[in-house]
């Protein structure tokens, strides 16, 4: 470090950064920082947090990937049965990135109590069912057992057994069609766990049932059943091991993704991504329109000081240095503020949930939060580059200060 420059960081900064951090415009700067560093990190952790749980939730009642005979419908009913005898089940050996392998048999039905008729889909499946993705959303009772003997135990949504009017240990008929003119097949189920997703398409929509029910109601084999539901490890690769899964499948078979299943419903999360990235241009444009005014003003209270400087030796750019680390230093000074408070407000909503949504739009029933450093890391170091990179201009000033004008400046 020369002498000048250093004679040049003393004295601005031992005898004007206090004047100058109280400077309504300079706090003004801060602030803006703050905010702006605020709502990045919120929309992006609300952003991911709210895809990320949709995202789960449709994987939780339809895997990542299904696989189908080819000639069944486009409906959520399986008509036409596959073979569970697969050289892909009951793992997927050939690929990388599968974890897991189910099978299910869904059959459409109607609920009748003495009240309400609702339709349904029964969602039939076995021993190799998976029921973590759907423990967290049991509300009332427990998880049914489907390893031993075929029983009558279902789980029921909330939403459905509000509308029928039914509770935990209630029994209820269910009505299952057969060809025309027949009479249909009529089942007794037991209720012994209720669930909430709150994603009412689905909640309105499916009880989970014994395979073995489906597969009689159907006169299906043993070893024939409606579909395999495909997981995987990463969900960013869920297209190409999708293409990959339909390339090892036997040609009659198809396999579909859910985002192309529930293509409505991912077009929606994308707009979360345009949504970020909006916000994320907003505030950065605000918080540097902000410190350019804040160093503008910097510089035009210290022109005397930098005639001086340049008087006693000093060059232009290590001149600009010292403002742009005054600056650099008070963009960290609204960071740090800005960080703290925006992840106690993160903190506050995942703990308890304050702010709720409306599932019917948003298929969740409060703000999800995805807290994940590297991000919050990455938003403070790209904020602080930006600011700088732009702050480059206005420093460009300091180059055009005569030392004599300077020094007669008042």
């Known amino acids: 470090m020369n002498l000048e420059y250093f004679i040049a960081k003393r004295l601005i900064t ?135 003997e075929l029983n009558e135990e279902v789980l029921i949504s909330e939403y459905l057994a509000n509308r029928l009017h039914l509770k935990l240990g209630d029994k209820f008929n269910t009505f299952f069609m057969k060809e025309s003119g027949k009479m249909p097949n009529l089942r007794n189920f037991k209720i012994v766990g209720i669930y909430n997703s709150g994603f009412q398409e689905f909640d309105a929509s499916y009880v989970i049932g014994d395979i073995r029910h489906v597969q009689r109601i159907n006169k299906w084999k043993k070893d024939e059943i409606g579909a395999f539901e495909v997981f995987i490890n990463d969900f960013t690769q869920i297209k190409e091991i999708g293409d990959k899964v339909y390339k090892e499948i036997p040609s009659t078979y198809n396999s579909v993704t859910i985002e192309e299943k529930f293509f409505s419903i991912f077009e929606f999360l994308k707009l979360f991504d345009f949504n970020i990235i909006i916000i994320l241009i907003v505030m950065i444009v605000v918080a540097t329109i902000n410190m350019i005014v804040a160093l503008l003003v910097l510089i035009l209270e210290r022109t005397q000081m930098i005639g001086i400087l340049k008087a006693l030796g000093a060059n232009n750019w290590n001149i600009r240095k010292i403002f742009l680390y005054n600056a650099g230093f008070l963009i960290s000074r609204g960071l740090l503020f800005g960080n703290l408070i925006a992840l106690a407000l993160l903190f506050l909503q995942k703990t308890f949930g304050i702010i709720k949504l409306n599932p019917q739009n948003y298929y969740v029933s409060e703000v999800q939060v995805d807290i994940n450093f590297l991000h919050i890391l990455l938003l403070n170091l790209g904020t602080i580059v930006i600011c700088l990179l732009v702050l480059l201009i206005p420093s460009y000033i300091i180059t055009k200060i005569s030392p004599v004008k300077a020094i007669r400046f008042d």
């Open 14 to 148: 031992a005898k004007s950064y206090k004047s100058s951090i109280s400077s309504p415009i300079i706090k003004i700067a801060i602030s803006a920082i703050a905010i702006g560093i605020i709502m990045m990190i919120v929309s992006v952790a609300t952003g991911i947090g709210l895809q990320n749980k949709i995202r789960e939730k449709v994987a939780a009642f339809n895997g990542h990937i299904v696989i189908t005979n080819f000639d069944d419908n486009q409906s959520q009913v399986h008509t036409q049965p596959v073979t569970i005898n697969q050289s892909f089940y009951p793992k997927f050996k050939t690929i990388e990135g599968i974890n897991h392998i189910q099978a299910v048999a869904n059959k459409a039905g109607i609920i009748r109590t003495e009240s309400s008729v609702e339709g349904i889909i029964l969602k039939g499946v076995g021993k190799d069912y998976v029921w973590t993705n759907i423990k967290e959303y049991i509300t009332q009772g427990r998880l049914p057992n489907y390893k031993d």
